[in-house]
């Protein structure tokens, strides 16, 4: 099965609203990443939280562990803010250095 | 501080020629990634260096995909006799191993292999 799923698939927010995205994974994981990739674009490093919770600009990321999933909270969104988001994480205790992908969950924000 | 970079940015080629992707990380980074990202997939993970040395190159289809580090700088991956399957962005990606092991990517090389 997938080692690290991510939903929703997509989503379509009004400018403004808040989102909320789920990363869950198979194994435990010394290393997670969220990324935003623009259509056509390159991958941007948003966070990097193993565990715990970050927040940088409008984003805040909620990571347990021991629960294997981790969460990507986007406040008052904006039309920039569409793109797709990826949930990464080392798996098979690669010390941190191979980095296993989801899918994404595409957002798109309407103005 | 300069970010990854990549070159070309685009590649269109006919089944059965060759192509290569030319990465330059980021400056003391001296881990290096390559990844495959088919349309619509998160990237894929197919050869990685520390230095100049190869430390995983378990899903890099060693036929036909060969990927150098001469000297622990820039890197080369190459496709020879490409086919259709193989169309997809190539993304470079660099770290310092030891650190926060946060990777950065590059822009990537978009592949259509007709």
């Known amino acids: 099965g997938q080692q690290v799923q991510q939903s929703p698939a997509s989503l379509v927010l009004q400018e403004g609203e808040n989102a909320e995205l789920q990363c869950n994974f198979s194994?435990?994981?010394?290393?997670l990443q969220w990324f935003y990739q623009s259509p056509g674009g390159s991958l941007v490093s948003l966070l990097s939280n193993p565990s715990g919770t970050k927040h940088t600009g409008r984003l805040t990321s909620t990571t347990v562990t021991k629960e294997r999933r981790s969460s990507l909270h986007i406040s008052s969104s904006q039309t920039t803010d569409s793109g797709t988001y990826l949930c990464a994480i080392d798996l098979a205790n690669s010390a941190g250095n191979k980095l296993t992908f989801g899918i994404g969950t595409r957002v798109l924000v309407r103005p | 501080e300069a970010g990854v970079t990549q070159s070309p940015r685009y590649a269109v080629l006919q089944e059965g020629q060759a192509v290569s992707f030319w990465c330059d990380p980021i400056s003391g980074h001296d881990t290096l990634y390559w990844y495959q990202q088919p349309r619509d997939q998160g990237p894929q993970l197919l050869v990685y260096?520390?230095?100049?040395?190869?430390?995983?190159n378990s899903q890099l289809p060693s036929d036909r995909f060969s990927a150098v580090r001469p000297k622990g700088t820039n890197s080369t991956l190459k496709i020879q006799s490409a086919k259709q399957g193989d169309t997809a962005t190539y993304l470079c990606?660099?770290?310092?191993?030891?650190?926060?092991?946060?990777?950065?990517f590059g822009p990537g090389t978009r592949l259509t292999v007709l």
């Open positions: 990606a660099s770290s310092f191993w030891g650190g926060s092991y946060e990777q950065y």
């Open positions: 260096f520390r230095d100049e040395a190869v430390i995983d």
């Open positions: 194994s435990t994981a010394t290393q």
